[in-house]
């Protein structure tokens, strides 16, 4: 490219870049003068040259007293153009040089100045950072005593549309009650039957190993039995059904927040809490211990599956054991638990999406600690349930 035509008697370029139909000139002039010649169509698509190549060339000799911007030629421009003036002026000022660009146009003008309205706050993070520990430990204790007290709230209010449900005064649609018992129950059979099926044949087979070795393998339907009736058969179903049914149910009520349907109810004078949540409760608490008996069912079918094929077992011999087992206390005490358990992943999914975020990032965050919240309550909630159980001598 020849860059002559752009410079007269007094004036030689020193630099000529070319970016596909883009095209930058420096023009050194008399007194210390530089000219830097825009031409060309600067858009994003075509490529964007770096101001730092027009640095280079400004400080590769004596330092001009002056620098300015010819655009005579320009054809179009984007933001590529505004980042490109923006890194020259920053060039121009970390060396002291005037950098004049009165002759740009009256709206590219207003869009660099715009730019530079707002600097970047580059002490933000550190003195996020330099808080000191005990600082950041309070402010999260204090957050942890927040979220407690709002769910404690969450849960009153949901205790107080219950009430008007058993009064038959709250306010729902039963189409939506159906369609969630749906969705909860049947839905919900394919991976509870596969899951419950793996851990029977699991506990089977951690049993055998041991059992065989004192000649008492029949046992193994009496381990596989009590295990799925007792806890397994509860826990693994509540578990599914949390990283399944409560994180969906966070999702659901996370976006109707995040679009103002939650708020745009209650202005209709409809409680979030009897139109969302009951149906939400009432189906999980009808559906657990159902799914529960179910999962026990499928359970104790993939003990039978070990019992028969690997140990030699007659099904008729580990149907009679099982049965033997088993008693109605231990079968009425893992349903008990299922039913909690479906409580507590309603409460923690519904909450979660009510304290959601006006974000599609929030709504995520929102279902994952949906998740970790009901599993961590699942967890401690059989534990007590161990104490209370051996305390009743069940």
């Known amino acids: 490219m020849s860059a002559g035509g752009h410079a007269n008697a007094n004036q030689q370029p020193q630099l000529a870049t070319v970016r596909g139909t883009r095209q930058v000139d420096l023009v050194r002039g008399d007194g210390g003068s530089v000219v830097v010649r825009i031409s060309g169509d600067w858009h994003l698509q075509h490529g964007m040259?770096?101001?730092?190549?027009?640095?280079?060339?400004l400080t590769s000799g004596p330092l001009p007293q002056h620098v300015s911007v010819d655009t005579r030629d320009l054809k179009g421009w984007d933001s590529s153009l505004?980042?490109?003036?923006?890194?020259?002026?920053?060039?121009?000022?970390?060396?002291?040089i005037p950098f004049e660009r009165g002759s740009l146009p009256a709206g590219l003008t207003r869009l660099i100045e715009l730019a530079e309205t707002v600097p970047e706050n580059k002490d933000a993070q550190l003195k996020v950072d330099q808080d000191p520990f005990v600082a950041r430990l309070g402010a999260a204790y204090m957050r942890q005593v927040d979220d407690a007290v709002k769910f404690v709230e969450f849960i009153g209010m949901v205790a107080l549309a219950f009430a008007n449900f058993v009064r038959g005064r709250s306010r729902y649609r039963r189409s939506d009650l159906l369609e969630i018992i749906q969705e909860c129950g049947s839905n919900a059979l394919g991976i509870v039957s596969l899951i419950s099926y793996m851990v029977?044949?699991?506990?089977?087979?951690?049993g055998a190993v041991q059992l065989e070795e004192f000649g008492a393998a029949i046992y193994v339907a009496s381990l596989v039995?009590?295990?799925?009736?007792?806890?397994?058969?509860?826990m693994m179903t509540a578990i599914i059904m949390a990283g399944r049914t409560g994180a969906a149910f966070a999702a659901e009520l996370g976006t109707m927040k995040v679009t103002q349907e939650i708020d745009a109810?209650?202005?209709m004078g409809i409680s979030p809490m009897e139109f969302l949540v009951l149906p939400r409760m009432i189906a999980l608490i009808l559906m657990m211990p159902l799914l529960c008996l179910y999962s026990d069912f499928v359970g104790i079918l993939g003990g039978a599956t070990v019992g028969v094929v690997v140990l030699g077992l007659s099904f008729r011999t580990y149907w009679h054991e099982t049965i033997h087992a088993i008693t109605m206390v231990a079968l009425a005490g893992g349903l008990i638990k299922s039913a909690v358990y479906g409580v507590l992943i309603a409460l923690a999914g519904c909450y979660q999406g009510f304290e959601c975020g006006n974000s599609s990032l929030a709504v995520g965050r929102a279902t994952t600690a949906a998740v970790v919240s009901s599993i961590v309550m699942i967890v401690v909630a059989c534990g007590l349930f161990a104490v209370l159980f051996n305390i009743l001598g069940i």
């Open 200 to 206: 029977g044949v699991i506990l089977a087979f951690m």
């Open 82 to 96: 505004i980042s490109f003036l923006v890194g020259l002026d920053d060039i121009c000022r970390a060396r002291k």
């Open 49 to 57: 040259p770096t101001p730092s190549s027009v640095g280079a060339a």
């Open 265 to 267: 109810l209650t202005t």
């Open 225 to 234: 039995g009590i295990g799925m009736v007792r806890e397994m058969g509860a």
